[in-house]
């Protein structure tokens, strides 16, 4: 974490567990083991039935609320879809795009989440792109390759003021709800190519105000190392988002003066 130029930003994705039954009680707790996330930035990416009450439970600076997904058109005969207008008409602030699940299980393409991504800033959210390699990417030694890719391909096309509300979630495949967290070294190398890749096509001035977080098997142990690398912003945080005394610990370990 660079504190001068980035505020730490840790995001939840619930994927698709909690019902809105289970919200308030869920924020309520939160609340209480996070008094004052002052120091950082909180936010809880829903399935879109929990977004209305989790919008009305989030009211507080220092949290947000967040989609999963959205579609790429404004509005129209897509039946089944959800539109970012949709989700800013509701006090929706961010949105993730790029899932690797929704790359993995959905057939969403490079170029389906530039659309997205592109929409998202057009409607006035906040996007939280996601990239990432698999194990055998990896074991290729196409980490660097690939992830260059994916982040140019997702980006292409966002003026430079529009970056500032984009953020980067690093998320090594092999990482993700499998318990097996990349090495802080290996999470803030390639944070730090990500970097270096925004920095050659906006230059060092936008580079050093992108939040660029890393995601997979982030918890209440690990949090603090991860979050010591100089690239690495905060977390897309899966599983351990789940329970709230663990999220709880990870946002403390952001929430540092
Ligand atoms: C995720 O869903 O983005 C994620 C990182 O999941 P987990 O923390 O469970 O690995």
Same mark, same amino acid.
């Given at each position: 974490? $660079?504190?001068?130029?980035r505020?730490?930003?840790?995001?939840?994705?619930?994927k698709m567990?909690?019902?809105?039954?289970? #919200?308030?009680?869920?924020?309520?707790?939160?609340?209480?083991?996070?008094?004052?996330?002052?120091?950082? +930035?909180v936010? *809880?990416?829903?399935p879109?039935?929990?977004l209305?009450?989790?919008?009305?439970?989030?009211? +507080?600076?220092?949290?947000?609320?967040? /989609?999963?997904?959205?579609?790429?058109?404004?509005?129209?005969?897509?039946?089944g879809?959800?539109?970012?207008?949709?989700?800013?008409?509701?006090?929706?602030?961010y949105?993730?795009?790029?899932?690797?699940?929704?790359?993995?299980?959905?057939?969403?393409?490079?170029?389906?989440?530039?659309?997205?991504? %592109?929409?998202a %800033? $057009?409607?006035?959210?906040?996007?939280?792109?996601?990239?990432?390699?698999s194990?055998?990417?990896?074991?290729k030694?196409l =980490?660097?390759?690939? #992830? =260059?890719?994916q982040?140019?391909? !997702?980006?292409?096309?966002?003026?430079?003021?529009?970056?500032?509300? #984009?953020?980067?979630?690093y +998320?090594?495949?092999?990482? *993700?709800?499998?318990?097996?967290?990349?090495?802080?070294?290996?999470? @803030?190398?390639?944070?730090?190519?990500?970097?270096?890749? *925004?920095?050659?096509?906006?230059?060092?001035?936008?580079?050093?105000?992108?939040v660029?977080?890393?995601?997979g098997?982030?918890?209440?142990? $690990?949090?603090a +190392?991860?979050? /010591?690398?100089?690239?690495?912003? @905060?977390?897309?945080i899966?599983?351990?988002s789940?329970?709230p005394?663990?999220?709880? !610990?990870?946002?403390?370990?952001?929430?540092?003066?």
């Amino acid at each position: 974490m $660079n504190r001068k130029y980035r505020k730490p930003f840790i995001a939840g994705n619930w994927k698709m567990n909690m019902k809105p039954s289970q #919200v308030k009680a869920y924020m309520d707790e939160l609340k209480t083991l996070v008094p004052r996330a002052k120091w950082c +930035e909180v936010a *809880i990416c829903a399935p879109f039935t929990d977004l209305p009450a989790l919008v009305k439970a989030v009211r +507080e600076p220092h949290f947000a609320a967040g /989609a999963q997904n959205m579609s790429k058109f404004l509005s129209g005969a897509y039946t089944g879809e959800v539109s970012g207008d949709m989700l800013t008409d509701l006090g929706v602030k961010y949105v993730i795009i790029g899932h690797s699940e929704r790359r993995q299980y959905f057939g969403e393409t490079d170029e389906l989440v530039n659309e997205k991504v %592109l929409a998202a %800033l $057009n409607l006035g959210l906040h996007p939280i792109v996601c990239i990432g390699e698999s194990l055998e990417q990896r074991e290729k030694g196409l =980490t660097a390759e690939l #992830v =260059t890719y994916q982040l140019k391909a !997702a980006i292409s096309g966002v003026p430079a003021e529009r970056l500032r509300r #984009v953020t980067i979630a690093y +998320e090594p495949i092999w990482a *993700i709800g499998t318990g097996r967290t990349a090495t802080a070294e290996q999470a @803030g190398e390639v944070c730090s190519l990500i970097r270096a890749v *925004i920095r050659s096509m906006y230059g060092a001035r936008i580079a050093r105000g992108v939040v660029i977080q890393y995601g997979g098997s982030m918890n209440d142990a $690990n949090a603090a +190392e991860l979050l /010591a690398q100089p690239d690495i912003d @905060g977390g897309l945080i899966g599983g351990a988002s789940l329970e709230p005394e663990k999220f709880a !610990a990870i946002i403390s370990a952001a929430n540092q003066e």
